[in-house]
């Protein structure tokens, strides 16, 4: 009878990072900060902006956009509520461990594993031989990202779930390659996605069956983290809608997008079930409903939108704080980073 694989055994540790792409929206309060600021309540949080996988795509390579969005991220981070002193809050590229570890990470993991990847194969298209390598190595990296703080838990997207999914393949490879002898704890944990809640997937105000992006060519289909709240308002005054009332129950939402993609988002912003959010407007015509989902999305993002300008008024004070982030985040790194090589055999 074969002995049961080792299990790791050490504190519980959140990690999670954005992407410096600029134009953070409506959808990445959503679907991510709004989830930082509960986790940072209950766990040991590490919050990254990932700058080092911003340069795998050429359109984010340009320096001055990417050092411009950094600190934007950063920003965003701030006004929605994470405390600096509470949660290490630094970029990526200043903790060198994470490209250390990606490196030994490369060597575990499988080429065959990184061919499957869906985000690889959305990105590069039909012109696989002109990406980047980066590009094909991105989830080694994130894998990295992840455990060199031997993070537990990453609350992520849906798109991003087959990442950690790959990160606990590389983790539980390295273990069984490296890692320690029977009877003693796995060196890596495996990390487990947290999916958001009901609002984890927000559309475009213009298109109910198209995610809000950034990079929508339309500023009217998503609502700026920096709008005021007269864009804001006009915005959601003039999304995408339908000339029925708001139904009773959810099942009547299924062939409405946009009428859907309204009611998620009252109740992402409300902290509301969806089923409530009908409840309360069943029979409801979108001139009223859209009154108090502009009342609420003004009352909640207009502070965040007004705390952001005047962060990035000061840029010198975001510098501090990812500074400190990252050197937190390096002693944190560098003795699992250390065990690592070790067990490598790296002298």
């Keep these: 009878m074969s002995e049961a694989p080792p299990t790791y055994s050490g504190p519980a540790r959140v990690f999670s990072g954005m992407q410096p792409t600029g134009n953070l929206h409506l959808g990445n309060y959503l679907g991510a900060l709004k989830r930082f600021i509960e986790l940072s309540r209950s766990y040991e949080c590490l919050y990254c902006i990932v700058d080092l996988h911003a340069i795998t795509d050429a359109a984010y390579a340009k320096p001055d956009e990417l050092s411009r969005a950094t600190r934007e991220v950063a920003a965003a981070y701030i006004a929605?509520?994470?405390?600096?002193?509470?949660?290490?809050?630094?970029?990526?590229?200043?903790?060198?461990?994470?490209?250390?570890?990606?490196?030994?990470?490369?060597?575990?993991?499988?080429?065959?594993?990184?061919?499957?990847?869906?985000?690889?194969?959305?990105k590069a298209g039909k012109d696989r031989e002109k990406s980047s390598l980066g590009l094909l190595a991105y989830p080694s990296l994130m894998a990295a990202d992840i455990l060199v703080y031997k993070g537990t838990h990453v609350p992520v997207g849906e798109d991003q779930k087959q990442h950690v999914e790959l990160a606990r393949d590389i983790a539980q490879k390295f273990n069984n390659d490296y890692g320690a002898p029977a009877g003693q704890p796995a060196f890596f944990p495996l990390p487990e996605p947290l999916i958001g809640g009901p609002a984890a997937r927000i559309m475009s105000l213009r298109d109910g069956t198209k995610k809000m992006s950034k990079s929508d060519p339309s500023d009217m289909s998503r609502i700026n983290l920096t709008d005021d709240k007269d864009a804001i308002a006009n915005k959601i005054k003039r999304a995408k809608t339908d000339p029925d009332p708001l139904p009773g129950d959810e099942a009547a939402l299924e062939k409405r997008p946009e009428a859907d993609n309204l009611v998620s988002i009252y109740a992402a912003l409300a902290g509301m079930e969806r089923i409530a959010v009908l409840e309360r407007f069943a029979g409801a015509q979108f001139s009223t409903f859209k009154n108090d989902l502009t009342e609420l999305a003004v009352s909640t993002l207009s502070p965040i939108s007004q705390e952001m300008r005047r962060l990035l008024a000061d840029p010198g004070y975001i510098d501090r704080v990812l500074t400190v982030g990252a050197e937190r985040a390096r002693k944190l790194a560098a003795p699992i980073l250390g065990d690592v090589y070790r067990l490598v055999g790296l002298v």
């Design 80 to 122: 929605a509520g994470l405390d600096p002193d509470k949660n290490i809050i630094f970029n990526q590229s200043k903790v060198p461990g994470h490209a250390e570890l990606a490196w030994i990470f490369n060597c575990v993991a499988r080429i065959g594993w990184m061919n499957r990847m869906t985000q690889f194969k959305d």
